[in-house]
């Protein structure tokens, strides 16, 4: 279940503006048309493989927008992955958002295949 939000969203030239910020899920943003997959790690699914990763999907994916909305929001994008998605880093007031959310238990580092969170 998406998560709206409202952000100060910055380019990485720092041109800031405030946005409506679609939280996806745990890795994944929509600011306007653009979705944002956040380079290198891997968020747990909302429609997991069992209900242990549907639960810690819905953690991740509010977390993400509690972190959102707590600061000046600066993608530094990188490319487009194959389903079309802007590739970036994100952070928050100068904080790597995956790196929190890996320190919590909340995202993994991505390892070129799905993360296993149903062990």
């Not at 048309?33 to 699914?45: S, V």
């Not at 079309?84 to 320190?103: P, Y």
Request: with cysteine; proline share 2%.
């Amino acid at each position: 279940m998406a998560t709206f939000v409202s952000a100060v969203v910055c380019t990485v030239a720092l041109v800031c503006s405030p946005m409506t910020v679609k939280v996806i899920d745990g890795d994944t943003l929509r600011i306007s048309d653009e979705r944002i997959r956040i380079i290198g790690y891997d968020a747990p699914e909302t429609n997991g493989e069992c209900a242990a990763e549907s639960r810690l999907a819905r953690r991740s994916t509010a977390r993400l927008a509690d972190l959102i909305v707590r600061g000046r929001v600066v993608i530094d994008r990188h490319g487009l992955d194959r389903f079309g998605r802007t590739l970036a880093h994100v952070h928050v007031n100068d904080k790597n958002v995956a790196e929190t959310l890996l320190s919590e238990g909340l995202m993994q580092v991505w390892k070129g295949r799905k993360a296993e969170w149903c062990k």
